[in-house]
C-alpha cells in the first residue's frame, strides 16, 4: 500500500501528495479561466440582468440588452465550458494512464494476508480500535471547517464584503500559501510532533483567521478592508497547509498501530471508512447550510443581499470552521498515539519485518538446497 515503510519518509510522500493535490487545484482554475479569457467568455451569474445569464434575455444571445454590454452570449459559454471540460478530461486521461502504467506497484517480500471479500471481523475489530475512531472524528471536523470555507468563501466575498472582483486573487492567494505552508509544517512536525503542530496551526493561525473574518466589516476597516484581507487571507492559508498535511500523516500511524496489534495489514479498508464517513459529513453539512440560507431567504437572482443574508454567509463561512476546530482539538488532545508510542510501534515492526523477511530467505535457501540435491 506504501511506497515505504519509513514513517519520515512516508510523511516526506504525504507533504508533497498535498501540496501537489493543491497545486492541481490552483493550475486547475488558472486553466479554466485561461480558456475563459482566449475566447471572451466573463462566465458568471448577472443578477443585475433583470432575469437574465449575463444579459440574454428574452431570446437576444448578442451579449447586449437594452443597449448594455452583460456579458458574452449563451453559445459563447457553452464552447468555454466545453473546451474547459475537455481539456480537464484530456488531463485526467493522461494522468490516469501515467497512474496505472508509469508506477510500479511495490510487492512485498512476505506472504500477503488473504481474508474474504467481506471481512466482517477485521471491521468489527476495527470499531473497536480507539486511535481509528478518534483520528475518523478529527478528520470529519477537520474537514467540516476546511469544506465549509471552501464552499461559501466567495459568496462571503461578493455579498458580505463587496469585494467579488477580489475573489479570484484571494482564493490563489490562500491556495498558494497553503502550499508553500505545506513543507514547512512537514519540517516543523520532524523537530515538534505532530499534535503540536496540530494545535499551533489552528490555535495560532486558522483561529485568529476565522475571528477577523467575523469581526471586520466594510465601515470598520474603510479603504484598509483590501489589504486587511490579503493579510488575513495568507495567513489563513498557512493554517490550512498544517490541517491538510496532519490528518494524512497521522491516518499512516493509526494503521501502524493496527497492524502491530492485530497483525493484519488493512490500509485499504482505512481509507475507505474514512472517505465513506467524511462524505456522509460533506452531505448533512450541505443539508443544513443550505436550510440556514433559505430559512434567511437567500435568493441567488438577487443583486444585492440583506443583512440577514449576508451575516449568514459570515456566521458559516468563519464561524463554522472555529467551532469545528475546537472540538477537533479536544479529540486530539484524547488521541492515544504519542510521539514515544509511534517510535515503538516502527521498532516493533520493523523487527517484525525483518524476522519474516528472513524467515522467507531461510525458506527460499531450503527449496533451493533440496532442488540442487
Known sequence: MYATQQPRERDTLNTYANAFSNGAVLLSTLIQQGIFALLHA????????N????GTHNGTHNGTHNGTDHGPSLDTEKTAYMTAGAVGSGIFVLCGLATVFGVPERKDITRPHRSSCFPFGAIKKLFCHRPFLMMSVIYVLLMLGISAKQTYCTLLLQYTFDLSDQ?????????????????VWNVVMRRTGRKKVMCLGILVFLLPHNAALLLATKDMLGSALLPFMYAVTVWGGIGDGAINLLPSVMMTDVIDDFELKTDR????????????????????????????????????????QPNSVKQAFRYITAGTPPAAYVIALLFVWLYPITEESRMKTKMALD???AAAEEEERALLNAVDDVSVQ
Not at 432575469?51 to 449575463?54: D, L
Not at 475573489?167 to 513543507?183: E, G
Not at 443544513?288 to 441567488?300: D, K, R
Open 51 to 54: 432575469g437574465t445569464h449575463n
Open 167 to 183: 475573489v479570484f486573487y484571494i482564493i490563489i492567494v490562500y491556495t498558494v500559501a497553503s502550499i508553500v505552508s505545506t513543507f
Open 42 to 49: 466573463d462566465i458568471g451569474y448577472d443578477p443585475s440582468g
Open 265 to 304: 495489514k488493512m490500509a485499504s479498508i482505512f481509507y475507505s471508512m474514512w472517505d465513506t464517513v467524511n462524505d456522509i459529513n460533506g452531505v448533512i453539512s450541505a443539508i443544513v447550510f443550505n436550510w440556514i440560507l433559505q430559512s434567511v431567504n437567500y435568493n441567488a437572482d438577487d443583486d444585492v
Open 351 to 353: 523487527a517484525r519485518r
